[in-house]
């Protein structure tokens, strides 16, 4: 069990000054390459030397969140130059992506471990956006607030329900259990230490067991902050999954396009062995990378005993994306299947890795919210 893992999960809300328009197809790119421009333009003192002959990369806020590098003496994974950055942007999609004044735009920001620490650093990176433009138009607009969401608000010790509440350090906490840690109104940022750990996906992975994930009474909540096993939205289906010949029984919902490779090769069709060695290897170098932790398991073991679990449905749609690099003007793809895929076998194992994966999202281009997923009982 990772002891030392742990994410936040945070909203900004934002109100347009003028016409606010994300790229319709790909807002997930508007958000990370203005996001990084202008970080890099605030924090780095030596532009030119930003990537491999930077002296101060190693405590360069840039150098950390946005490229960082294996620090010296580390193991293996140190092999992989580009390591995961610790960050993730969830954009709206579809109309969503375009907001006028009196409306409003919003995007979801999760910091896996150390880069917790930077919040700060988006908040003021997103509020230099805001003066100056972002998007088709270089729309303005400002932070009316962010709130700190919980991912598992099932799990945790229920509280009377009371309206908006104040938390410990003066934050708004809403019905919903969201916790309000800043407003345009103070311009005062309340820290929170509200995190997601893998023992909390653990203990909820144990409860949704016993239970046979058979209803959702128990752990359905709102949009904002609900699960679907585990997740933002709608509910559990109705009905047990679990039987003697097939054992339990999910379907993963691929949210936003997801691209994972096996030999080397784009998976076309992802057996449940492909999502969960892809979901492993990212969370165990997220974990050794930014929270000083590592996987204790049996990899090749492991991989064995996903590769038992059986496909019992198919649904997937490939979905063309693209983006321009403003570095190079190249034009790289971006695509990567959609849609649903049951799965039936020997699960519960792979459960609380599975429930942090819907945070950490999986395979490549993540930070721009690719490979975004769900977990539901299957009917």
């Not at 919003?106 to 998007?135: H, N, S």
């Not at 949009?223 to 289906?237: F, S, T, Y």
């Not at 492909?274 to 050794?288: E, S, Y």
């Not at 971006?334 to 599975?354: H, Q, R, S």
Request: glycine share 10%; hydrophobic share 35%.
């Amino acid at each position: 069990m990772l002891q030392a893992f742990s994410l936040s999960w945070f909203r900004f809300v934002l109100e347009p000054e003028n016409r606010v328009a994300l790229h319709p197809r790909n807002p997930g790119n508007t958000l990370r390459g203005a996001f990084g421009s202008t970080f890099k333009r605030l924090v780095c003192p030596t532009p030119a030397d930003c990537r491999e002959t930077c002296r101060l990369k190693a405590t360069c806020p840039h150098g950390q969140i946005f490229e960082p590098s294996p620090p010296p003496g580390a193991d293996r994974l140190s092999l992989n130059q580009d390591i995961p950055r610790p960050f993730v942007f969830r954009p709206p999609n579809g109309i969503e992506t375009t907001a006028r004044p009196g409306e409003v735009i919003q995007f979801d920001l999760i910091l896996i471990g150390k880069a917790l620490d930077y919040f700060p650093y988006f908040l003021v990176t997103f509020r230099e956006l805001g003066d100056q433009g972002i998007g088709l138009g270089r729309g303005r607009y400002e932070i009316s607030r962010v709130m700190q969401l919980d991912p598992l608000p099932a799990f945790r010790v229920p509280q009377p329900a009371s309206g908006n509440q104040i938390g410990e350090s003066g934050q708004r906490i809403t019905d919903s259990g969201a916790i309000e840690i800043y407003s345009a109104k103070d311009q005062l940022v309340r820290p929170s230490q509200s995190r997601l750990t893998f023992q909390d996906c653990h203990l909820a992975a144990e409860q949704l067991t016993i239970s046979g994930l058979q209803t959702a009474g128990s752990v359905e909540r709102s949009a904002d902050c609900g699960w679907r096993i585990a997740g933002c939205g709608a509910r559990l289906a109705e009905g047990g999954s679990r039987s003697a010949d097939s054992g339990m029984r999910i379907m993963i919902r691929f949210l936003t396009p997801t691209l994972l490779k096996a030999d080397g090769r784009i998976v076309e069709r992802p057996e449940f062995h492909h999502l969960i060695k892809r979901l492993r290897d990212r969370i165990n170098a997220l974990a050794h990378f930014y929270c000083d932790d590592a996987l204790d398991i049996d990899f090749k073991a492991f991989g064995e005993r996903a590769e038992a679990v059986r496909t019992a449905s198919c649904r997937i749609r490939w979905e063309d994306r693209d983006r321009r690099s403003w570095k190079t003007g190249l034009t790289h793809d971006m695509g990567g299947f959609v849609g649903d895929v049951t799965y039936e076998g020997d699960l519960e194992e792979f459960l609380p890795l599975l429930i942090l994966g819907q945070y950490t999202h999986v395979g490549k281009y993540a930070v721009w919210g690719h490979g975004q997923y769900e977990i539901l009982q299957k009917d």
